[in-house]
T-cell receptor, first 112, second 117 residues
Framework: EDKVVQSPLSLVVHEGDTVTLNCSYE??????LLWYKQEKKAPTFLFML????IEKKSGRLSSILDKKELFSILNITATQTGDSAIYLC????????????FGQGTTLQVKP | DTAVSQTPKYLVTQMGNDKSIKCEQN?????MYWYKQDSKKFLKIMFSYNNKELIINETVPNRFSPKSPDKAHLNLHINSLELGDSAVYFC????????????????FGEGSRLTVL
């Protein structure tokens, strides 16, 4: 059965710190791995990764995938209080129905 | 314009009641979903419809019944509500193209917070 595990489950840092969020997975048939950010309401899309070793970047956020070791990381540099959120990793795997399997999420709190 | 909209945003009700949540998407996507997010923020899929056809039906009590009148709408009806049904229910949509690799990207509604007393 496809599975996603995120770590840490929660993290508290101060503004300006750099954080690395981890996502490991087990899958029968990999299609893509996605990262979402959830603040108060709906999860919003950050990145989609399909190929190993190619970094995706958006401002202070970046993400990379390792399909051999079955994990992905999400980096946030120079954190700001607005980065406080739950970060969700999701796997689009064996099913061709569009079903995403989510990890438990990492709750990030950035203190001033 | 809101891409995926669901109503109501908040629902407080007594155990044993029946309630419905409605969802509409204007993205032209062919597939819609209901996800449940529990108090630990874990998002789990419940149902999915592709062009009005049920394609995913996870292990969900049969008190939950989805209905898709057309590919832009997916509603969720819950009978005989229980305390454990309290959660945030998210509607989502995506484009899952037959014969091609879809990206998997989901577009979420803002959620409907259901509280059962």
């Amino acid at each position: 059965e496809d599975k996603v595990v995120q770590s840490p489950l929660s993290l508290v840092v101060h503004e300006g710190d750099t954080v690395t969020l981890n996502c490991s997975y087990e899958v029968t048939n990999f299609r893509s791995l996605l990262w979402y950010k959830q603040e108060k309401k709906a999860p919003t899309f950050l990145f989609m990764l399909t190929s190993s070793g190619i970094e995706k970047k958006s401002g202070r956020l970046s993400s990379i995938l390792d399909k051999k070791e079955l994990f992905s990381i999400l980096n946030i540099t120079a954190t700001q209080t607005g980065d406080s959120a739950i970060y969700l990793c999701a796997l689009y795997g064996s099913s061709n129905t569009g079903k995403l399997i989510f990890g438990q999420g990492t709750t990030l709190q950035v203190k001033p | 314009d809101t891409a995926v909209s669901q109503t109501p945003k908040y629902l407080v009700t007594q155990m044993g009641n029946d309630k419905s949540i409605k969802c509409e998407q204007n993205l032209g996507h062919d597939t819609m979903y209901w996800y449940k997010q529990d108090s630990k923020k874990f998002l789990k899929i419940m149902f999915s419809y592709n062009n009005k056809e049920l394609i995913i039906n996870e292990t969900v009590p049969n008190r939950f019944s989805p209905k898709s009148p057309d590919k832009a709408h997916l509603n969720l009806h819950i009978n005989s509500l229980e305390l454990g049904d309290s959660a945030v229910y998210f509607c989502a949509s995506s484009q899952v193209t037959t014969g091609k690799r879809g990206t998997g990207e989901l577009f979420f509604g803002e959620g409907s917070r259901l509280t059962v007393l």
